[in-house]
């Protein structure tokens, strides 16, 4: 899946940026901001999915996996652009590199039974 | 630079290798506090005990959070007591869960020494109460 790509690369390239003892740069931002279109238009897809479906399964949840999916890049993006040096490089590739969790969580979630 | 109470220059817990540990233990306030917030919600009745512990880590995990990342005197006491709880929480339950299965009908984050997000709850606190150390 595109995201989970998506996101190992940006994680393996912030590592290296990390490995490179470099504060965070405008490059991963552009990264993020791409990662974050996708994941964006998961939510949506996800959503739209979800409604269109009359199987059971954890709807809550899964729905507040999908916000989570949204919403850690720009968190773990804001935190880390605080701090000027590798750890907050670092702090975006664990940022990234957690994301293909996430994605799999949903779609356990999607798979039901209720977990 | 944060300055101790007694005058003492300390090193924030929130810099360096600190703005990546709070951003792990930021990820856990997250996980809990949704996790909880879905169980009390949908399905209370199914496991009370299991459910208000997950609320009860939900919290430590916020409070340890926000304070790791602030970082001043007071903080830093916030948070050592906050991980301290955290440790024992994550033993306790942890063993509990292995001894007495029944006690726990639904996962929490600290069930099973954290063996549902790959141990890291039990390996957490001690590199907080490390990190506090080194900083102070």
């Known amino acids: ?115 | 630079m944060a300055e101790t109470g007694d005058g003492a220059p300390a090193r924030s817990t929130g810099r360096g290798f600190g703005r990546v540990l709070v951003a792990v233990y930021g990820l856990f306030a997250l996980a809990a506090s949704a996790r909880s917030a879905v169980q009390i919600a949908t399905k209370f009745h199914e496991a009370p005990l299991a459910y208000l512990l997950s609320a009860f880590a939900a919290v430590v995990y916020i409070v340890a959070t926000v304070s790791l990342a602030r970082g001043d005197a007071a903080s830093r006491r916030v948070a050592t007591v906050a991980i301290s709880i955290e440790l024992v929480g994550v033993i306790t339950v942890g063993t509990v869960s292995e001894l007495v299965p029944d006690a726990f009908p639904d996962a929490t984050v600290w069930t099973g020494f954290g063996s549902g997000y790959g141990f890291v709850p039990l390996v957490l606190p001690f590199v907080g109460l490390w990190w506090l150390r080194h900083t102070r």
């Open chain 1, 1 to 115: 899946m595109a995201i989970m790509a998506v996101a190992l690369l940006l994680a393996a390239w912030a590592f290296g940026f990390v490995l490179a003892n470099r504060p965070p740069g405008v490059p991963l931002l552009v990264g993020g901001a791409v990662l974050e279109a996708l994941l964006i238009g998961f939510l949506i897809g996800g959503i739209t999915q979800m409604t269109g479906s009359h199987r059971q399964f954890a709807r809550a949840e899964f729905v507040i996996y999908l916000l989570a999916c949204v919403a850690i890049p720009p968190i773990a993006t804001a935190w880390g652009w605080g701090e000027r040096s590798r750890a907050g490089t670092a702090v975006l590739a664990f940022g990234f590199l957690i994301m293909p969790v996430m994605v799999i969580r949903v779609q356990q979630v999607w798979a039901g039974p209720v977990g």
